[in-house]
């Protein structure tokens, strides 16, 4: 009897800086999570990666369309995939519209890798 493969926690993370992009993949593959990286909300828009065992990491001010546009965009659409957004840039009004979007974590640049992974496997149950 054979078993049916499980699909593996996929977390996504869309973040225009090339250098936090490659720090969040080392982090989590440290810690056994696969990671799919992208520079821009279109990319990830274009690719659809997205899957029931997958949260989404998400640049709050990203080049053309932004963080919170793209959550508006996968609300509208049903896809409920989790969101954890990151800045660099200290915004309360920012943190307030992602978190009453149904955002789970908004964490400020540089932030404590713990308390991410911890937002992150939360997310994934």
């Given at each position: 009897?054979?078993?049916a493969?499980?699909e593996?926690?996929?977390v996504?993370?869309v973040?225009?800086?090339?250098?936090?992009?490659?720090?969040?993949?080392?982090?989590l593959?440290?810690?056994g999570?696969e990671?799919q990286?992208?520079g821009?909300?279109e990319?990830?828009?274009s690719?659809c990666p997205?899957?029931?065992r997958?949260?989404?990491i998400l640049?709050v001010?990203?080049?053309?369309?932004s963080?919170?546009?793209?959550?508006r965009?996968?609300s509208k659409?049903n896809?409920?995939v989790p969101?954890?957004?990151?800045?660099?840039?200290?915004?309360?009004t920012?943190?307030?519209r992602a978190?009453?979007?149904g955002?789970l974590?908004?964490f400020?640049?540089?932030?404590?890798?713990?308390?991410?992974?911890?937002?992150?496997?939360?997310?994934?149950?």
């Amino acid at each position: 009897m054979t078993q049916a493969a499980v699909e593996p926690y996929r977390v996504l993370v869309v973040d225009d800086d090339k250098g936090v992009r490659d720090a969040l993949g080392n982090l989590l593959e440290s810690v056994g999570l696969e990671v799919q990286s992208f520079g821009s909300a279109e990319e990830f828009v274009s690719s659809c990666p997205t899957t029931l065992r997958s949260c989404l990491i998400l640049d709050v001010q990203l080049p053309q369309m932004s963080g919170l546009d793209l959550q508006r965009q996968l609300s509208k659409t049903n896809n409920l995939v989790p969101i954890i957004f990151i800045t660099a840039h200290r915004d309360d009004t920012a943190r307030e519209r992602a978190l009453r979007g149904g955002a789970l974590g908004f964490f400020n640049k540089p932030f404590n890798s713990e308390d991410l992974l911890s937002a992150i496997h939360l997310a994934l149950k």
